[in-house]
């Protein structure tokens, strides 16, 4: 069975940094598309970033980037989201997905493994 277990969410003022980790059991790590998602109260659902199988290819929201950065380590099957520079608007709880297939530059995919999220909460 395929499990997410996400970490690394707390609390930080804003310009401060956080790096979550996600790791991954169930599955040979290297297949699928890799995402981070979040949502805050009264909000929808948003794609953050999002990576390739290989790790090859990345893609970050508008909102976040050239603050956060995707990356994933197969051999240890963790995928990570640096977030430097943290704004208020950044508080959310934040969820790892995987998909066995995707379209990174829109963060379509088939997001059918989920974690259990970590919150993030930035106060300004």
């Known amino acids: 069975q395929v499990q997410l277990v996400e970490s690394g969410g707390g609390s930080v003022e804003a310009g401060g940094s956080l790096r979550l980790s996600c790791a991954a059991s169930?599955?040979?790590?290297?297949?699928?598309?890799m995402g981070w998602f979040r949502q805050a109260p009264g909000k929808e659902r948003e794609g953050v970033a999002g990576?390739?199988?290989?790790?090859?290819?990345?893609y970050v929201a508008d909102s976040v980037k050239g603050r956060f950065t995707i990356s994933r380590d197969n051999d240890k099957a963790i995928l990570y989201l640096q977030m430097n520079n943290l704004k208020p608007e950044d508080t959310a709880m934040y969820y790892c997905?995987?998909?066995?297939?995707?379209?990174?530059?829109?963060?379509?995919?088939?997001?059918?493994?989920w974690g259990q999220g970590t919150q993030v909460t930035v106060s300004s």
């Open positions: 997905a995987r998909s066995p297939w995707c379209n990174i530059g829109s963060m379509q995919g088939n997001w059918g493994v």
């Open positions: 169930g599955y040979t790590a290297s297949r699928g598309c």
């Open positions: 990576i390739t199988p290989s790790g090859a290819t990345t």
